[in-house]
């Protein structure tokens, strides 16, 4: 079964950095692009970042130069270090498998807040 | 860039009937870069179509997916209570650059 497992959400204030993980079970890792989509409180969904197997990266052009999405094969996890965070950033993010065109399987998110 | 718009953006509807959810795109668009997905309340979206009209691995027939160019449908032949849900659907650009649309809401 495929899990995806999103920690490092929480509570930061304007200007600051945060660090997201997502841990990855159940299928073959190495393999698969990932990627991150945001959704803002009761808003729709945005795509953020992905990460192909081979570790080329690419973001959303209103993020670049802010969030960088890395990954650690051996450990099954991919990473979306955040800086600069601003109030709009406030989102639940999801981590995502990255097929191509879609996004086939999803984590349940991690909630972050930017706030003073 | 590829804008989505869905209609309706509230459909009210009740379990037995049927669903037929829109998916506009503002240029036409390639058929196999289109999906939807459904997303529960608090819950991640889950995948239900890709390639306009590829059901997902799991996902029930009575969701279809059909369309091209610029006008994208999505159809539940039956709504069981677990479909009340808020339903978006997605394209890819390439680049990659991925649109969302800003959802449709099927509720009883």
């Known amino acids: 079964e495929v899990q995806l497992l999103e920690s490092g959400g929480g509570l930061v204030q304007p200007g600051g950095s945060l660090r997201l993980s997502c841990a990855a079970s159940?299928?073959?890792?190495?393999?698969?692009?990932m990627s991150w989509v945001r959704q803002a409180p009761g808003k729709g969904l945005e795509w953020v970042s992905g990460?192909?197997?081979?570790?080329?990266?690419y973001s959303a052009d209103s993020l670049k130069g802010r969030f960088t999405i890395s990954r650690d094969n051996p450990k099954n996890t991919v990473y979306l270090q955040m800086s600069s965070l601003r109030a709009e950033d406030t989102a639940v993010y999801y981590c995502?498998?990255?097929?191509?065109?879609?996004?086939?399987?999803w984590g349940q998110g991690t909630l972050v807040t930017v706030s003073s | 860039e590829i804008v989505l718009t869905q209609s309706p953006g509230t459909l009210s509807l009740s379990p037995g009937e049927r669903a037929t959810l829109s998916c506009r795109a503002s240029?036409?668009?390639?058929?196999?870069?289109l999906a939807w997905y459904l997303q529960k309340p608090g819950q991640a979206p889950r995948l239900l179509i890709y390639?306009?009209?590829s059901r997902a691995t799991g996902i029930p027939d009575r969701f279809s997916g059909s369309g091209s160019g610029t006008d994208f449908t999505l159809t539940i032949s039956r709504l069981e209570p677990e479909d009340f849900a808020v339903y978006y659907c997605?394209?890819?650009?390439?680049?990659?650059?991925?649109?969302f649309g800003p959802g449709t809401k099927v509720d009883i």
């Open positions: 995502a498998s990255w097929r191509g065109h879609y996004f086939d399987f």
């Open positions: 159940g299928f073959n890792f190495n393999a698969y692009a």
């Open positions: 990460i192909s197997s081979a570790s080329t990266t």
């Open positions: 240029q036409s668009v390639s058929s196999n870069y």
């Open positions: 390639g306009a009209s």
């Open positions: 997605q394209h890819y650009g390439g680049s990659p650059v991925f649109t």
